[in-house]
């Protein structure tokens, strides 16, 4: 347990109803005491005021609730104090618990707390900020999965059978001669490979739950990106005009569709521009396409396919593309059977094909996959890459015991297995790489 106190707003910044200044340590009642003017007792969630001790002026009217370690957040004593939700009033009440003997917290350093007082292991820290950053009810429950230890329970079992074959392979390699019993370890091997290679498969899909799809919408001008993106979206956050050339910078918003949360980019019309503004958005709208991981490529299909629409193409060899075939309730004079993508006819000035246009979307980036509650999904990039070593050292032991190499040999690879899956949840992690998962949380969680 730690020796000091520390507290944090742990709500957001800027104007609201209510407001929360959090304190976990052995201090937090004790500080929170001489502020309150009420005595605090475990689990009640008590009315009244926080006072300034030095000239008894109120701060605010509040409610206070303490909760007596181990059954906490942190496993330490913890004191939320919720009072109305201006800077100003959280502010003062921050001021004060600093002043009578807390520190303020660092990014992520309750979860931190939580984490190394065994409250929560590592996978399940990282699933806190899922939670709170989740875009969907999808990404939502992925990481709830996460939260609740379903990943955790799985690599637990993994990691009990290859320490079993490990302490098997110690004892024959420390004991050469005492007769150790005889242990099958091949299938048990085969058995946590297989599981872990079913969690690197789960690995793409459950990132597209966790991440978002960062979708470029680009096309030449005037073929509908905008009125695409406002369709898409249900509402008019573009500007639409007849004039080409309206969108001349990024436009991004976030859209649910099934589930899948998708960063929708709408890019200005890439063409020779020798307009400064008109020549900074295109250049931006050549960076969006680099960053992305899908592209909606927009064409106008009332007119012939113009240098400018292949010159777009050209830029697309290896992006994940999906053609979309705009103003289809115009005459059709575009011929795009010849294009190497699938394509979908819509109208983005009459909806229709819109819920064809969001279907192939969905299907594009998860494969005709389509998540369930049950379903174990890894969602995070560093616990796949994790379970990529341990898969790769799993499958050298396995080749190790294939050529009859001595159990040393099989043993080192065990062992870095093991490292890399506990470095998953925590077993096997070093303080740089805390304070690199720990510095994307807020201060106050």
């Not at 730690?2 to 209510?18: F, H, K, N, R």
Request: overall charge negative; charged content about 25%; some cysteine.
């Amino acid at each position: 347990m730690y020796q000091d106190t520390i507290a944090a707003i742990s709500t957001p910044l800027g104007e609201g109803g209510i407001g929360i200044v959090r304190l976990s340590g052995p201090d937090a009642l004790g500080i929170a005491q001489k502020l309150f003017n009420r005595r605090l007792s475990n689990r009640r969630l008590l009315y009244g005021h926080i006072i300034d001790p030095d000239n008894e002026e109120v701060i605010d009217e509040v409610l206070v609730t303490y909760m007596a370690a181990p059954h906490t957040y942190t496993r330490e004593d913890i004191v939320e104090i919720n009072c109305h939700g201006g800077h100003l009033p959280l502010q003062r009440i921050l001021g004060l618990v600093l002043r009578y003997g807390a520190r303020m917290a660092n990014q992520g350093e309750f979860t931190l707390r939580a984490f190394l007082n065994g409250r929560i292991d590592l996978a399940q820290a990282e699933s806190v900020l899922d939670v709170v950053r989740a875009k969907t009810a999808a990404s939502l429950r992925v990481a709830v999965q996460g939260l609740g230890g379903k990943l955790s329970e799985s690599l637990k079992m993994v990691r009990n059978e290859l320490m079993s074959i490990l302490a098997y392979l110690t004892a024959r390699i420390d004991f050469p001669d005492d007769e150790v019993e005889k242990q099958e370890i091949v299938p048990p091997l085969e058995r946590a490979r297989q599981v872990i290679g079913e969690l690197i498969s789960s690995a793409d899909q459950g990132m597209v739950y966790r991440q978002g799809v960062r979708t470029a919408i680009v096309g030449r001008r005037n073929v509908g990106k905008s009125s695409l993106l406002n369709r898409l979206l249900g509402q008019s956050r573009a500007i639409v005009t007849p004039v080409p050339g309206t969108t001349r910078d990024t436009l991004e918003e976030v859209v649910n569709l099934k589930g899948v949360p998708f960063v929708l980019v709408d890019t200005a019309g890439i063409v020779q521009s020798k307009g400064v503004v008109e020549s900074l958005g295109v250049e931006r709208s050549r960076r969006a396409i680099d960053e992305a991981d899908f592209v909606l490529l927009v064409i106008d299909t009332s007119a012939p396919l113009k240098p400018s629409d292949k010159e777009i193409m050209g830029l697309l060899s290896e992006k994940e593309v999906l053609v979309v075939a705009n103003k289809c309730d115009l005459p059709r004079r575009a011929a795009l059977d010849h294009l190497p993508w699938a394509t979908v006819s819509i109208s983005a000035l009459t909806g229709e094909g819109l819920d064809d246009l969001e279907e192939k979307m969905v299907a594009s980036v998860l494969g005709g996959k389509v998540f369930t509650s049950n379903a174990l999904l890894v969602s995070n990039p560093r616990h796949k890459a994790c379970l990529e070593r341990a898969e790769a050292h799993l499958d050298q032991a396995l080749s190790s015991i294939e050529a009859q190499m001595p159990d040393d040999f099989v043993t080192i690879d065990l062992t870095a297995a093991l490292n890399a899956l506990g470095e998953i949840t925590g077993e096997t992690v070093t303080e740089e790489l805390l304070e690199t998962i720990f510095s994307r949380f807020c201060i106050g969680k």
